[in-house]
Every structure is written in C-alpha cells, then in structure tokens.
C-alpha cells in the first residue's frame, strides 16, 4: 500500500541552524500538508500546499519557515534559524484530492539545543 | 476556547470491553476526522465523515452534525488497540483542507 514518508526520523540541531525537513507524498497525491506536534500538545496545522504554491498557511507559519516541492517527488519543509520551542515531531501528509483523506508520514522529532 | 473537545483524556478497558471516546466541536465542520497515534508517534487516518455512521473491523465512528457531536466506538477491545486516538475537523470557513485537532484520548486496553 502507497505510503507517506519522511526524512530524517530524528534531527538534532543547535539553535540558530537551519533545518530541512523532508517528506515523500503518495505518487499521484496533488495536495501536501505540514503539521506539528510540541510534545504533550495538540497537532497544529502549519501549511498546505497545492500547484506549486501555498494555498493556506498558519500563524506559526513565519518568515522562518519555507516549503518548497524541488522535485515531482519530493516536498520539503525549511526553518531558516532553529529556535528552542521548534522543537517537535513534524508530520507530513498527503491526499489525492482537496477534500480527501489526507495520509500521514511518521514523523520526523526535530530536537533544537 | 477550543474548537474540538474530547472527552474522556484518559480511558483504560480491560481487554474485551466495548470503548466509546467522544468529540465535540463548536463551529461548522464540513468532515470530521478519527486518526490513531500510535507510541511511536506516527499517525493513521481511520475515518473520514460527513456524516451518519461508518464501520471497519472493529471500529465504528458515528456524528450528529445538528449536535455537532461524533463518538469512535472500539468493539472487543484488544491490547494493540491502545493509542491516541484524536478527532480532527475540516471547518467550513477554512479555505482548503486543514485539520483542526482536538486535545486525543489516551485508550489503554489491558489484558
């Protein structure tokens, strides 16, 4: 069964670093999500993306963050400078249409010193 | 206020007892979703309603829109049904498809 994936399952960062996050979404998905989990705290949508652009974005969302599909397969997610309370499991998600379910990847815990 | 409650936060069941988590949201919804979070972290898309009832396996997600209620039944628990579990929704006045997560139910089936 397609599944979403994501890259690295862990990243430890010092504070001030820029990260990237990677996912790789279901094939023939056209629609692509980033949410956070701090731990111990709800998941919290960040962005969506859709045709190359955003198509809704959160107040998390600062300037410090950026999305990007570089190619037709990957879809990343950059902080620009880390900051202790980014610190979180970051989830990727995928769905075929706009209103379909969207299909989660596992994870990657992002741990800024 | 949050705009998705669940109740209860915690449950424990002995293997076998049927489980019922409850959601409920203040605001117009165009789905509702059930997904489980298993330890590890990783996150699994159970249901997607709009509305009356669905059904896989063991797993049974009803909503009331006009109460703006759902609850996720768990018939014959087992061990390895324990998880988060966390109601998301899709509101209305959101422009595309973003989820809004309720707080999860923490479900612990002993055996």
């Known amino acids: 069964e397609p599944e979403v994936t994501q890259t690295p399952s862990h990243q430890v960062t010092q504070m001030g670093q820029e990260v990237i996050l990677r996912c790789v979404p279901i094939s023939n998905h056209l629609y692509f999500y980033w949410y956070r989990q701090i731990l111990g705290q709800k998941v919290e949508f960040l962005v969506s993306f859709y045709n190359n652009e955003i198509s809704e974005k959160s107040e998390i969302f600062d300037d410090q963050f950026s999305v990007e599909r570089p190619d037709g397969s990957n879809f990343t997610l950059k902080i620009r400078s880390t900051k202790l309370e980014d610190s979180a499991m970051y989830f990727c998600?995928?769905?075929?249409?706009?209103?379909?379910?969207?299909?989660f990847g596992p994870g990657t815990r992002l741990t800024v010193l | 206020k949050n705009e998705v409650e669940q109740s209860p936060q915690n449950l424990t069941a002995q293997e076998g007892e049927f489980i019922t988590i409850n959601c409920s949201y203040s605001v117009g919804i165009s789905a509702l979703h059930w997904l489980q979070q298993h330890p590890g972290g990783g996150i699994v898309s159970l249901f997607m309603?709009?509305?009356g009832k669905k059904k896989h396996g063991r797993l049974i997600a009803t909503i009331n829109i006009q109460e703006k209620h759902s609850s996720l039944h768990i018939t014959a628990s087992h061990p390895r049904d324990s998880a988060v579990y966390i109601c998301?929704?899709?509101?209305?006045?959101?422009?595309?498809?973003?989820?809004?997560f309720g707080g999860g139910t923490r479900v612990l089936v002993k055996p």
């Open positions: 998301a929704v899709r509101l209305i006045k959101a422009a595309g498809n973003k989820l809004t």
């Open positions: 309603l709009s509305s």
């Open positions: 998600a995928s769905s075929g249409e706009i209103w379909d379910t969207q299909y």
